[in-house]
């Protein structure tokens, strides 16, 4: 389970989210790292911009697929990882530190009430 921290919270599209009041940070899963393999490409919005719980707010490029990354809140984008953008690959190096995607200003936290724990994401993704 060393793979999934418990103090996020995920979602069956392999984002996974944590929340520090009312900020969240979002990236994607070790599991979805394995299965895009090498990672070329991350287009991020730009810091500013409104994401909408369960809609778009990128993509993930790897030699393999194109991935959408879905947003798991409604904010506005407070922060990027610019260093991700010029170094994708760095997202396989630790995804769930200095790999996030965003940092997300909450509108409503209890949109969060629906997520996976990391022991429910661990069940799923062993599954598939």
Not at 53 to 70: H, I, M, R, Y
Not at 81 to 89: S, V
């Amino acid at each position: 389970m060393s793979e999934y921290p418990d103090d996020l919270k995920y979602l069956d599209s392999h984002e996974y989210v944590r929340l520090d009041d009312d900020i969240a940070t979002i990236g994607i899963t070790q599991f979805a790292i394995n299965q895009l393999g090498d990672i070329v490409f991350i287009d991020l919005p730009e810091v500013g911009t409104t994401v909408d719980k369960g809609g778009d707010f990128g993509t993930v490029e790897s030699v393999k697929a194109v991935e959408t990354l879905v947003s798991p809140v409604t904010g506005t984008v407070v922060e990027r990882n610019e260093p991700l953008i010029d170094d994708p690959e760095a997202v396989s190096d630790d995804p769930y530190g200095e790999g996030w995607f965003l940092k997300v200003r909450v509108d409503d936290p209890g949109e969060l009430n629906n997520t996976l724990t990391a022991e429910q994401y661990s069940a799923l993704v062993e599954g598939e």
